[in-house]
């Protein structure tokens, strides 16, 4: 996004217009459902530079900072809050200090304030939504071999399990193909020892997962506190280095 990308769209009164010129320039296709959120996430952060009377430069870099953020936070299905927030801040002293090449200054002190608590009010906050809807979900297939336990065979009521023949709707028959008064169907059943065993896999994986869950909650909570920390001190810094230049 450019600062002429920006004087474009301040010529158009109609907000869809303005939707048309962000799509355009990030190639974004407001038909597709991430895309579209994606341009309503452009289009109220270039109406919160218009409020905060940003210059076109200034809107153009706010767009440019969400979106980094948002390829760093979309990048895992894993929990990255912090490297996110992190990176966030990087991103905001880049446009902060005048150190060419390697930084140029876009925003002032006051403009660094408002973007933090704006960035924080609203994509931060609704972090973990977006990573719910820009990815991948993680599902855990288990698949446990025990190669030291002899296989059990199973056991058919009214027959031998080798012999037994499927039906149409799944069950089993014994006997052969052409049918007859034994070829009833049937019910295979589990030996006691293979059941015992199956219900102590399972109660253990069920207690793993529940710890698992407990602890990424509890890293989530952790990040959050540290995130709402650094956000407070980030505010504090800022109103200093303010008041220390109005002096």
């Not at 450019?2 to 355009?24: G, H, L, M, P, Q």
Request: glycine residues 4%.
């Amino acid at each position: 996004m450019s600062a002429d990308d920006i004087a474009k769209a301040r010529k158009f009164a109609d907000w869809n217009k303005t939707k048309e010129v962000i799509s355009s320039v990030f190639k974004l296709d407001s038909s597709n459902d991430r895309d579209d959120i994606l341009i309503d996430m452009l289009y109220y952060s270039y109406q919160f530079s218009v409020e905060s009377d940003f210059t076109n430069e200034q809107a153009a870099a706010l767009m440019e900072i969400l979106m980094k953020v948002h390829e760093i936070a979309t990048e895992t299905s894993f929990g990255n809050l912090d490297q996110t927030y992190q990176h966030f801040r990087e991103l905001v002293v880049s446009y902060s200090v005048q150190r060419p090449p390697f930084s140029v200054q876009v925003f002032g002190d006051d403009e660094v304030l408002k973007v933090t608590q704006y960035v924080l009010d609203t994509y931060m906050r609704l972090y973990k939504w977006y990573k719910y809807v820009f990815t991948p979900q993680m599902k855990l297939n288990l698949e446990i071999d025990y190669p030291c336990i002899p296989e059990i065979p199973l056991i058919v009521e009214g027959g031998c399990a080798d012999d037994a023949q499927p039906t149409a709707d799944g069950a089993a028959q014994p006997g052969g193909q052409d049918g007859g008064p034994e070829n009833r169907p049937v019910s295979i059943v589990e030996p006691a020892e293979y059941h015992e065993l199956r219900g102590i896999i399972r109660k253990h994986i069920e207690e793993e997962l529940k710890t698992i869950k407990a602890s990424i909650e509890e890293k989530m909570k952790e990040s959050e506190v540290h995130l709402s920390s650094a956000s407070a001190g980030d505010r504090r810094s800022a109103r200093s280095a303010r008041s220390a230049k109005k002096k």
